[in-house]
């Protein structure tokens, strides 16, 4: 069964950066198109970045352009997500998923990772 595992959330002051990783088992990663979807506190689940199944294309939402990179490792099964230039509108549970085709309905989801940006 397909699992995937985030890693990297944590406690960062605004300005910082923090990288997330999200390592997929269970299944031939190259098959799916991959995305970071984030929900914060009273916020409805957001689609952050995604990146397709060869890694040439990738799509984020306007509020992290410019300050977010998702990237993909294919030989070790992983997409990352370098995210820099944080402020404390990003706080949210992130979370790592895969999907075949749609991206707002993923085939699978992790469990999440925490990410807090405070003084």
């Known amino acids: 069964q397909v699992q995937l595992v985030e890693s990297g959330g944590g406690l960062v002051q605004p300005g910082g950066s923090l990288r997330l990783s999200c390592l997929l088992s269970?299944?031939?990663?190259?098959?799916?198109?991959m995305a970071w979807f984030r929900q914060g506190p009273g916020k409805d689940r957001e689609l952050v970045a995604a990146?397709?199944?060869?890694?040439?294309?990738?799509h984020y939402t306007d509020s992290v352009k410019g300050r977010f990179t998702i990237s993909r490792d294919n030989a070790k099964n992983t997409v990352h997500l370098q995210m820099n230039k944080l402020s404390p509108e990003d706080t949210a549970l992130y979370y790592c998923?895969?999907?075949?085709?749609?991206?707002?309905?993923?085939?699978?989801w992790g469990q999440g990772t925490q990410v807090t940006v405070s003084l």
């Open positions: 998923a895969a999907t075949y085709a749609d991206l707002q309905n993923p085939d699978y």
């Open positions: 269970g299944d031939t990663f190259r098959l799916y198109a």
């Open positions: 990146v397709s199944q060869g890694g040439g294309t990738t």
